[in-house]
């Protein structure tokens, strides 16, 4: 039987879990606007914590679920060159439907690095398939 603590997130990823948490860093923090992604930043002492939101004009439930799926898995890459303590909340926009994950990621770590949360110059361990490509050529 597995125990509890094979279930437990790593320290980088802890998140966000009360509406009060939530409503805190959007009312008090420092918003930085994307494309496809708002990031809302609270400084704090301690680890890292993230909230993702996909609100209902982003479209149905599956494709709410989607975007919010893409967001976290940008999140899990990007948490490793976080800096010192923050709360973030991530909304996403409406643009993001349909958007592919390498883009997200990349919207994603440009708001954390003007925001300070991560350095600027710090590299995605995100792939970046398909780059070598001709951007005319179409996709095997």
């Not at 923090?29 to 609100?55: H, K, N, Q």
């Not at 303590?85 to 996403?92: C, N, P, Q, T």
């Not at 995605?124 to 951007?135: K, L, V």
Request: aromatic letters at 4%.
């Amino acid at each position: 039987m597995a125990s509890f603590e094979q279930h437990r997130h790593p320290p980088s990823l802890e998140r966000l879990r009360r509406g009060s948490d939530f409503r805190r860093v959007m009312r008090t923090g420092r918003r930085l606007a994307g494309t496809r992604v708002v990031l809302y930043v609270l400084p704090r002492e301690g680890l890292v914590r993230a909230g993702f939101i996909s609100g209902r004009r982003i479209g149905g439930a599956v494709v709410r679920n989607r975007v919010r799926r893409l967001m976290k898995e940008a999140w899990r890459s990007l948490s490793p060159m976080t800096t010192r303590g923050f709360d973030l909340v991530f909304a996403s926009r409406p643009e993001a439907r349909g958007a592919r994950m390498q883009d997200v990621a990349d919207e994603m770590q440009e708001l954390l690095a003007t925001a300070r949360v991560i350095d600027r110059r710090a590299t995605s361990p995100i792939g970046r398939r398909g780059s070598e490509r001709d951007p005319g050529e179409r996709p095997r």
